[in-house]
C-alpha cells in the first residue's frame, strides 16, 4: 500500500507562512544586530524535516524571544517592574525547588 504524501507546494506554503512573520520581524537592525537562522535542504530531505530542523534552530538561538521583546517599547520605568518581577518569580521558584531542606535548616 503506498501512503500518501502530503503535496509539495502545500509544504512549501506552510514553511514560507510559519517563517514570514519571524523575517518581517528581523527586517528592523536593533542595535546594529539582526540575526537569521538559515537552514539548507539536504538531498533528499523531506520539508517536515526541514521545518523541523528551522524550528529547532530559531528556539536555539532565541530570534522568538528577541522578536517579543522588541515587538513593543518599554519605558525604562517599566522595564524595571518588569525585570524586578522576573527576579522575584526566579526567586520564587528556587525557594519552592530547595522545598522542605531549607525549611528544615531554618528551624535548627
Excluded at 38 to 62: C, Y
Amino acid at each position: 500500500m503506498i501512503a500518501s504524501l502530503p503535496e509539495p507546494n502545500a509544504l512549501a506554503t506552510k514553511l514560507r507562512h510559519e517563517t514570514s512573520a519571524i523575517r518581517n520581524a528581523l527586517r528592523g537592525n536593533w542595535r546594529g544586530r539582526v540575526s537569521v537562522a538559515e537552514i539548507r535542504l539536504q538531498e533528499g530531505e523531506s520539508l517536515e524535516n526541514a521545518l523541523r530542523r528551522f524550528k529547532r534552530k530559531v528556539q536555539a538561538e532565541d530570534i522568538i524571544k528577541e522578536v517579543k521583546r522588541h515587538s513593543y517599547y518599554l519605558k525604562p520605568g517599566e522595564k524595571r517592574r518588569v525585570k524586578q518581577a522576573l527576579a522575584r518569580k526566579r526567586a520564587r521558584k528556587k525557594f519552592r525547588k530547595e522545598g522542605s531542606f531549607a525549611k528544615d535548616s531554618r528551624r535548627e
